[in-house]
């Protein structure tokens, strides 16, 4: 399976919204409901924070939000912190995406 | 509350072999597919290698396939991972995590990694 497609970096001032998309096909992403996102500090483990396309698991702000249309799911982090500066990856089935540095100027 | 707790990685020369443990505790292992994955320096995450709850079914990405063998022991909450004829593309930090297969499909819960670097 080849990897989903995300853009490498995205950004957004404190308090701004901004979404990162993740591009798949109709045998991963399109296909079903199994999308998760995941967010990376520098040098730490990764940590879930969307599952089943939207759903947050306990304890993740509901600043972050998922979606989906055909092919392509988004996560949407609103109302910036300087926190949520890290990496953030997608993955569907297993497959992951190239990962988005999401930049908080 | 859920602990994954990798050991045994380390620096190996290429053709070497190295084995990675997953120490699991706070849920009930056996009722939980698990994977490896890993992080190559500065770069995504790849999904290496899963293993079924009761290790009926294994599944291994291709650029291990032949070389890289999962495994698990459910009386000890234990997963590991043998590597074989290792390469220096293999150098990354290998995290296990657990994979909630018959649920919501995700990897919601992942050790802290063990970084393996193969080098001459």
């Known amino acids: 399976q080849s990897a989903l497609t995300q853009p490498p970096s995205a950004s957004g001032s404190p308090g701004q919204s901004v979404t990162i998309s993740c591009t798949g096909t109709?045998?991963?992403?399109?296909?079903?409901?199994?999308v998760s996102w995941y967010q990376q500090h520098p040098g730490k483990a990764p940590k879930l924070m969307i599952y089943e396309v939207s759903k947050r698991p306990s304890g993740v702000p509901d600043r972050f939000s998922g979606s989906k249309s055909g092919n392509t799911a988004s996560l949407t982090v609103s109302g910036l912190q300087a926190e949520d500066e890290a990496d953030y990856y997608c993955s569907s089935y297993g497959v992951f995406g190239g990962g988005t540095k999401l930049t908080v100027l | 509350q859920v602990q994954l707790v990798e050991s045994g990685g380390g620096l190996v020369k290429p053709g070497g072999s190295l084995r990675l443990s997953c120490a699991a505790s706070?849920?009930?292992?056996?009722?939980?597919?698990m994977s490896w994955i890993r992080q190559a320096p500065g770069k995504g995450l790849e999904w290496v290698s899963y293993i079924s709850s009761s290790s009926s079914y294994t599944n291994y990405a291709d650029s291990v396939k032949g070389r890289f063998t999962i495994s698990r022991d459910n009386a000890k909450n234990s997963l590991y991972l043998q590597m074989n004829s290792l390469r220096a593309e293999d150098t990354a930090v290998y995290y296990c995590?657990?994979?909630?297969?018959?649920?919501?499909?995700?990897?919601?819960?992942w050790g802290q990694g063990t970084l393996v670097t193969v080098s001459s």
């Open positions: 706070g849920f009930t292992f056996s009722d939980y597919y």
């Open positions: 109709s045998s991963d992403v399109g296909g079903y409901n199994y």
């Open positions: 995590a657990r994979w909630d297969y018959y649920g919501s499909g995700s990897y919601d819960y």
